[in-house]
């Protein structure tokens, strides 16, 4: 397969504070979205990438990123599965359209290439399957009412936690998102849409790494990592 990148990175990012989108924000020196885009550079040196970013953003932006002539801007919708649809429409839209995407969130700069060859390795296994790392639940899943009341324990047998990359066809997943924009459903990942439809979706093994930046402590957890794995 040739393989594109979608890189949604155009919610405004409040649940993480300090004013500026999270994809903007520097850990260990390095804006948090030019850590996603060096690590797709240095793994897949040439391939198309689409960074989806909010309207009011461009001059942060172009401030945050390193930027080769494959790299490409998009601006993105509300909703997250709008945004992806903008970046899917424009990696189309390229003169050599790659046949295959990983759809990555910003917000994930500790992904490693381990985790990227094995999403690829089972895309090229069963390229019309889609694939996603996921990690399996190892706590005891509870549900509560508002008041934080238990009402149940979840089964967890069988539970996983989503990430990102998730890889797909291109035109499938462009095709399942286009619908997808027509009605008031609303998906929280790219699979989903693959699920619903009733196409297979593969799950590889996760990166406990590869946590998603969304609150302040995360971004503490972030430094520690950081610090943790350098030489
Ligand atoms: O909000 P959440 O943490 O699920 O967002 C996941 C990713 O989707 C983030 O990288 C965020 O920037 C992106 N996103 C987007 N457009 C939106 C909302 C979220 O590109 N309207």
Redesign the pocket.
Known sequence: PTIGIV???????T?AGQGC???YRRIGGDTVLNRVLKLFRSWNTNCPIVI???GDDTSLLEASIDRDSNVYTTT?????????LQ?LRFLCSLPKSPSHVFIH????PFASHRLLNDVLESLIEQPSTGVIPAIAVSDTLKKSDSNGLIKATVPRDGLFRAQ?PQAFILQTILHLHEMAATSTSSY?DDASLLEEAGLPVRIVQGDSQNI?L?YSYDFKEGERLLLANSP
């Open positions: 890189i949604p990175a155009a919610g405004r990012g649940r989108q999270k994809a989806v970013h909010h993105g919708g509300v909703e997250r599965q709008a945004s992806v970046g969130d910003a917000a994930r990102t929280t998603k969304t």
